[in-house]
């Protein structure tokens, strides 16, 4: 039992080991990856309105990449970079206001497909999320306070 927990505990500290070379030796690529689109408010511009670029992780907590505000007329565009081992799992969040009374925001994550995920500093194939209607309800939206 005790030679068992050693063994464990030693393969362990191996991994350790090795994942702080790999990030040492600078393996993780670089991943680009870059959102744009429009946010409506009853038919209206959403202007202001803060939209997060994450890189989804099921362990640990989301990677925050970017993040930015609609412009007057609603128009967004964000990117940046991820440097992972493993390809990312890229996905925005919009916190909003509209038609709604309640504390907190209304949170709305919508996840951007694996292929416009680009190696290098830059995202050179943008995710078009279209024009986005906040005043309806979208699956799995939730509250954030501390956004």
């Known amino acids: 039992m005790a030679t068992s927990m050693i063994v464990s505990a030693s393969i362990f500290f191996v991994f350790l080991l090795l994942l702080q070379s790999a990030q040492q030796a600078s393996i993780r690529p670089t991943q680009s990856i870059g959102v744009r689109g429009r946010l409506t408010c009853k038919g209206k511009p959403a202007a202001n309105v803060l939209v997060k670029l994450y890189d989804h ?76 209607e906040l005043s309806g309800k979208f699956p799995g939206e939730s509250r954030d306070c501390l956004h």
């Open 57 to 132: 992780d099921t362990f640990t907590k989301d990677d925050k990449i970017a993040s930015g505000r609609s412009d007057g007329s609603g128009n967004f565009m964000i990117s940046g970079q991820a440097h992972e081992v493993t390809r990312i799992t890229p996905k925005f969040n919009i916190y909003h206001d509209c038609d709604d009374w309640k504390p907190c925001q209304r949170k709305v994550s919508i996840y951007i497909p694996k292929s416009y995920i680009s190696s290098g500093n830059s995202a050179r194939n943008v995710y078009d999320a279209g024009s986005l």
